[in-house]
């Protein structure tokens, strides 16, 4: 998996959470987006398989 990299407004959107709200619901907020990531790269990942496959028995 690839490492997740911040921009400079991810950065202080997560500062801004943590003044606000909290330490921890900023460490919660960045939970649910990286998960939310993850989720769709997967996706796309395992869409990608099923196209290989599908290709590989056109061809066959």
């Known amino acids: 998996m690839k490492q997740y990299k911040f921009t400079i407004g991810s950065k202080f959107k997560y500062i801004k959470i943590a003044e606000s709200k909290g330490l921890k619901n900023a460490i919660?907020?960045?939970?649910?987006?990286?998960?939310?990531?993850?989720?769709?790269?997967?996706k796309v990942k395992i869409s990608i398989k099923n196209e290989i496959c599908i290709y590989m028995v056109i061809i066959w």
């Open 28 to 42: 919660l907020h960045f939970a649910e987006e990286f998960r939310q990531i993850y989720k769709i790269n997967q």
